[in-house]
């Protein structure tokens, strides 16, 4: 059964009696999005709390404050999963009851509780493995659109994807070093198997060195491991990959992916612990200021760095 399953599986139907908490994302077509809802649920479950699963964007076409609006029904919390691309204005976050988000969205800061990772430190820790180890030309895969492999605008959002290539500038900028332009590998949203493998293919194609891959996800790395192969490029020895989300994909490649781990089990706990504590509060009658937990991941060293 597959994490897509398992969500459908243990998802209770919509109840009118307490104790019911939702949860909201945009998609759950990711490896690290379905892992993290079967995640939050059986965290939710062994609290207590019976589980409405909304898909909003792939299910219903709608964004997370078209969502919002029009939501109905009982719920004691919601559980929200933001991605940097959403815009949420305080009218839609304020719900009669409380809301607490995952994932990076910076207008959502100051009007709700956050629970997320720090994607730019975590990206700033992965580029100085690689670099530590040797690696002084890096090729960057996942990145959403183009820019000048310099400086990423407050304009660009706080998606993962941004954030993300914001630590990789921070520690080539630390490190005495610069992204080749023709080394940027753009994907748009589509951070796929597929989009890593001709990517990387698209990169070597430009004929710029390279000895290290920094790839904004584990699938994106993934399709990089087979392209490299294909090229005839040894992985760690001549190139080094490194991939985000710690999926068991990626752990049993040949060789082994190393990448930063997702925090899953942290956020599942800390976001439904929070939820209901600021329930039991918003019952007593509290109405307290909204907090930001947010941590830095551990990377799971493997076989794809030296």
């Known amino acids: 059964m597959n994490d897509a399953q398992t969500i459908r599986s243990v998802v209770s139907p919509l109840g009118q009696e307490e104790g019911l908490i939702t949860l909201a994302m945009p998609s759950i077509a990711q490896p690290y999005r379905a892992q993290l809802a079967s995640t939050v649920i059986a965290e939710a479950r062994s609290r207590g709390w019976r589980v ?33 691309s959403d815009t949420l204005s305080e009218q839609a976050l304020g719900q009669p009851f409380p809301v607490v988000c995952m994932g990076p969205c910076r207008q959502a800061y100051g009007m709700v509780d956050l629970v997320l990772s720090d994607n730019m430190a975590d990206a700033r820790n992965a580029t100085e493995l690689l670099i530590s180890a040797g690696s002084r030309r890096l090729a960057l895969l996942g990145v ?19 954030e993300r290539v914001r630590g990789v500038l921070e520690a080539c900028e630390s490190n005495g070093m610069s992204l080749d332009p023709r080394l940027i590998g753009v994907t748009g949203d589509e951070w796929t198997i597929g989009a890593g493998y001709e ?11 390279f000895d290290g891959v920094v790839a904004l996800n584990d699938q994106l790395a993934i399709g990089a ?19 985000f989300d710690n999926t068991f994909e990626g752990e049993r490649m040949v060789p082994p992916l190393t990448s930063v781990d997702s925090n899953i089990a942290w956020i ?23 907090v930001r937990f947010e941590r830095e991941s551990t990377i799971m060293l493997r076989g794809t760095t030296r």
């Open 268 to 290: 599942s706990s800390s976001a439904v612990d929070l939820l209901s504590r600021r329930i039991r509060e918003r019952t007593a009658g509290y109405d307290l200021e909204p």
């Open 144 to 162: 959403q659109d183009d820019f000048d492999g310099v400086a990423v605008g407050e304009e660009r959002g706080a998606t993962r994807g941004w």
């Open 199 to 209: 990517t990387m293919m698209r990169l070597a194609d430009s004929h710029a060195p």
């Open 225 to 243: 491991l087979f392209a490299l192969k294909m090229l005839g490029r040894g992985v760690p020895d001549e190139v080094q990959v490194i991939g």
């Open 52 to 84: 409405d699963m909304v898909v909003y964007r792939d299910e219903w076409g709608l964004s997370a404050e078209e969502y919002l609006d029009t939501r109905h029904g009982p719920c004691d919390g919601l559980l929200l999963y933001l991605v940097g």
